[in-house]
């Protein structure tokens, strides 16, 4: 038997060693070593986990070539998930399709998804209310925050029936952000709904432009729902 | 020689519900979750449906991948297990198929995919070391014999069955084992 000097000759006998296949002096010998090696002792628990599973492989199949999938599953999984997505996409067509009565309405369906896909009031800012009363003309506006900018949703009192009023946010420098029009043609107790892509954070006041008259309700620094005075511009 | 598609991926939270992302990750991972769709469903048919499956279940649930909780490969093949065992069940159900003189895969889920990743990861250790574990262990030949057959020394044998055991524990990990 070689004469065995070193830890490194002894350790390159684990590997047998582990797959119970040393015997007579070489094995005594490398349990004697082992006994007083503990980093020889720590190589052999590494490997005794690895000789453990080596019965559950066949080596009819490891040394026969590794099964490979057929060179169009590929593309056929690519159609498959194409096809099924165009459906989803047709699905949500249909469902907001549906009730849709002309073009503003559909317009108004994906502004509402787009409500859906982009808010979900992640933001964590709570929503602004403004209101204020100028010669006989009330504004009540709520602000909600959104992943698109703010959403404002205002009653107006007080205008002459058909009466265009245009609304616009006003940001940091008093830049103007539109947030679009609307007019009262019958009753005046009906909410409309705007956006604008100003985000609440940044806005400062909100600009209500009424026929000829102009008003700015300036957004108070804490959210609240007191009333806060106006100041009435004339055009 | 240990394939690039085994390296972690540095992808992000839902990487998988872009159709390209798709694409990508079947280029990485088809081979191996086919591999091991054969091991244990014994079908080369059955085993394309189910990578097809898992494909089409993994971008469904795509925005649901985080990479924070483990690698796409381990949610692939934690995907495709499921499959395999809805699979089972399905053939399980359907009349006649066993009866088809076929021997039915009746290896528990768990041991076939044992199996697979232990013969996995034997393909990929060098062929020397290979070489050395499949004639002294699986067919219980003599070091001198092999020593002879192959012209080197007994000890370079025993050396090599050494590395080799070492080699396949570094390919078991990369393949997830742990202890």
């Given at each position: 038997m070689k004469t065995r000097n070193n830890c490194r000759d002894w350790r390159e006998l684990l590997g047998a060693y582990a797959l119970g296949q040393l015997e007579g002096d070489e094995r005594t010998g490398l349990e004697a070593h082992l006994d007083g090696c503990a980093q020889c002792r720590e190589e052999l628990a590494l490997l005794q986990p690895v000789a453990a599973m080596?019965?559950?492989?066949d080596p009819e199949r490891f040394e026969a070539a590794a099964p490979q999938p057929p060179p169009e599953l590929g593309a056929r999984i690519g159609a498959t998930i194409a096809a099924e997505r165009q459906q989803v996409e047709k699905r949500r067509r249909r469902v907001f399709g549906?009730?849709?009565?002309g073009g503003a309405t559909a317009a108004l369906a994906a502004a509402v998804l787009a409500i859906f896909v982009l808010g979900g009031?992640?933001?964590g800012e709570p929503e602004r209310h403004v209101a204020f009363a100028s010669r006989g003309v009330s504004i009540d506006a709520t602000l909600e925050p959104h992943a698109y900018g703010t959403e404002i949703r205002m009653y107006v009192h007080?205008?002459?029936?058909g009466t265009l009023c245009r609304v616009s946010l006003r940001g940091p420098g008093g830049t103007s952000y539109p947030a679009g029009t609307f007019r009262y043609r019958?009753?005046?107790d009906s909410e409309a709904v705007l956006s604008s892509a100003l985000d609440l954070s940044r806005t400062r006041a909100v600009v209500v432009h009424a026929g000829k008259r102009t008003f700015v309700a300036p957004l108070g620094s804490a959210p609240a729902t007191a009333h806060i005075p106006t100041q009435e511009e004339s055009t | 020689m240990i394939p690039s598609t085994l390296k972690r991926g540095s992808s992000t939270r839902?990487?998988?519900?872009r159709e390209r992302d798709v694409r990508e990750a079947y280029a990485a991972h088809s081979g191996e979750l086919y591999g091991f769709a054969v091991r244990s469903l014994g079908d080369a048919g059955l085993a394309e449906e189910a990578v097809q499956e898992t494909f089409v279940r993994a971008w469904r649930a795509g925005?649901?991948?985080?990479p924070k909780i483990g690698s796409l490969r381990t949610w692939l093949f934690a995907i495709l297990r499921n499959v395999v065992i809805d699979l089972g069940r399905a053939r399980a159900v359907r009349p006649g198929v066993a009866e088809g003189g076929i021997e039915q895969s009746v290896e528990p889920l768990e041991e076939a995919l044992l199996s697979w990743q232990v013969e996995e990861a034997m393909r990929r250790i060098g062929e020397d070391h290979r070489r050395v574990i499949v004639e002294t262990?699986?067919?219980?030949?003599p070091y001198a014999e092999v020593a002879e057959e192959l012209g080197v020394p007994e000890g370079t044998i025993k050396s090599r069955v050494y590395y080799g055991l070492r080699a396949l524990r570094v390919v078991l990990e990369e393949m997830g084992y742990e202890d």
């Amino acid at each position: 038997m070689k004469t065995r000097n070193n830890c490194r000759d002894w350790r390159e006998l684990l590997g047998a060693y582990a797959l119970g296949q040393l015997e007579g002096d070489e094995r005594t010998g490398l349990e004697a070593h082992l006994d007083g090696c503990a980093q020889c002792r720590e190589e052999l628990a590494l490997l005794q986990p690895v000789a453990a599973m080596l019965p559950h492989a066949d080596p009819e199949r490891f040394e026969a070539a590794a099964p490979q999938p057929p060179p169009e599953l590929g593309a056929r999984i690519g159609a498959t998930i194409a096809a099924e997505r165009q459906q989803v996409e047709k699905r949500r067509r249909r469902v907001f399709g549906g009730f849709a009565l002309g073009g503003a309405t559909a317009a108004l369906a994906a502004a509402v998804l787009a409500i859906f896909v982009l808010g979900g009031g992640s933001s964590g800012e709570p929503e602004r209310h403004v209101a204020f009363a100028s010669r006989g003309v009330s504004i009540d506006a709520t602000l909600e925050p959104h992943a698109y900018g703010t959403e404002i949703r205002m009653y107006v009192h007080g205008v002459a029936s058909g009466t265009l009023c245009r609304v616009s946010l006003r940001g940091p420098g008093g830049t103007s952000y539109p947030a679009g029009t609307f007019r009262y043609r019958w009753g005046e107790d009906s909410e409309a709904v705007l956006s604008s892509a100003l985000d609440l954070s940044r806005t400062r006041a909100v600009v209500v432009h009424a026929g000829k008259r102009t008003f700015v309700a300036p957004l108070g620094s804490a959210p609240a729902t007191a009333h806060i005075p106006t100041q009435e511009e004339s055009t | 020689m240990i394939p690039s598609t085994l390296k972690r991926g540095s992808s992000t939270r839902g990487a998988l519900s872009r159709e390209r992302d798709v694409r990508e990750a079947y280029a990485a991972h088809s081979g191996e979750l086919y591999g091991f769709a054969v091991r244990s469903l014994g079908d080369a048919g059955l085993a394309e449906e189910a990578v097809q499956e898992t494909f089409v279940r993994a971008w469904r649930a795509g925005e649901r991948y985080d990479p924070k909780i483990g690698s796409l490969r381990t949610w692939l093949f934690a995907i495709l297990r499921n499959v395999v065992i809805d699979l089972g069940r399905a053939r399980a159900v359907r009349p006649g198929v066993a009866e088809g003189g076929i021997e039915q895969s009746v290896e528990p889920l768990e041991e076939a995919l044992l199996s697979w990743q232990v013969e996995e990861a034997m393909r990929r250790i060098g062929e020397d070391h290979r070489r050395v574990i499949v004639e002294t262990y699986y067919k219980g030949r003599p070091y001198a014999e092999v020593a002879e057959e192959l012209g080197v020394p007994e000890g370079t044998i025993k050396s090599r069955v050494y590395y080799g055991l070492r080699a396949l524990r570094v390919v078991l990990e990369e393949m997830g084992y742990e202890d």
